[in-house]
């Protein structure tokens, strides 16, 4: 049966995604990989040991062996999205490396990714998305990048965000890195009205739903037939990080037929579909 899995891993602060998508082939699993916050300096890797873990349970079904995701995205150049996926690269190995453009001598993280990506004992397959590039498919899961346009550059890194929609047959899943208002205000209208799942953008601070009072991506989907899942990636009480979800977020979805997840509640959110259907497990209970 077809299916695709998305992961929003609890990472403490930031975000990692884990993708898995059946094969049309009838292989094994596809599997994609969505940003990282694990950190050398605080000798602190849970994305890196939740694959670990997620993976070594399910040996009896296929062998991790290089290279094993199809794709590792690095949403944009934050290192709350960044952090760790050299180390995840060097170990699982990626059929691509992709990521937004980017200022190079304003880069965070991103050059030194390249860097490793280019080099000639590595050489992973790498570019920039945008709009106008076909991203492919995740084994039965068509890939559309609805941001950012091409040849554009924004001063804030956050509204580099490359934002994804993974579709198997009728349901979408939104996946929106820390894109904020300016974005939504241009691509609102291109969210597909099968979407089922949107990962709050930027971990549900004002900037990325209520920005300069407007609420587009909020009004888009609160219109579907069948609102979508709101997932978002949190801990508002991690040291030395801002209290998000803002409270005037909560508020607005409050008022609005849409359900929320999150993270610091419920610490790894699933949401799974066949096509037709969608469930969502996590792994407790606030």
């Not at 930027?202 to 920005?211: E, I």
């Amino acid at each position: 049966m077809s299916h695709l899995h998305v992961t929003l891993i609890d990472v403490g602060w930031g975000d990692s995604i884990l993708l898995e998508a059946s094969d049309p082939a009838g292989g094994r699993p596809r599997f994609a990989l969505i940003d990282s916050n694990d950190n050398a300096d605080r000798d602190y890797w849970p994305s890196w040991n939740f694959l670990r873990k997620h993976f070594g349970r399910r040996e009896d079904e296929f062998a991790v062996a290089k290279p094993f995701f199809d794709f590792v995205l690095l949403t944009h150049d934050h290192s709350d999205h960044g952090s760790g996926l050299k180390r995840i690269m060097k170990e699982y190995g990626t059929r691509n490396f992709w990521y937004p453009k980017v200022v190079e001598e304003e880069s965070v993280i991103l050059t030194s990714l390249q860097n490793y990506a280019d080099h000639h004992m590595v050489e992973i397959p790498n570019q920039a998305l945008d709009d106008e590039v076909d991203p492919g498919s995740l084994g039965e899961a068509a890939l559309t990048v609805l941001w950012p346009p091409p040849d554009t550059i924004d001063a804030d890194p956050n509204n580099n965000s490359v934002v994804l929609s993974v579709a198997l047959g009728g349901v979408s899943f939104l996946l929106t890195g820390d894109a904020e208002g300016p974005v939504w205000q241009r691509i609102a209208a291109d969210i597909p009205d099968t979407t089922r799942l949107v990962k709050v953008p930027h971990h549900g601070s004002r900037n990325g739903s209520l920005a300069h009072g407007a609420t587009a991506w909020i009004d888009r989907v609160e219109g579907f037939a069948r609102p979508p899942l709101l997932a978002i990636s949190c801990h508002p009480n991690y040291p030395n990080r801002y209290d998000f979800p803002h409270a005037d977020v909560l508020d607005r979805f409050g008022q609005g037929p849409c359900v929320w997840l999150r993270t610091d509640d419920h610490y790894h959110l699933t949401i799974t579909t066949d096509g037709q259907e969608v469930s969502t497990s996590y792994s407790h209970a606030s």
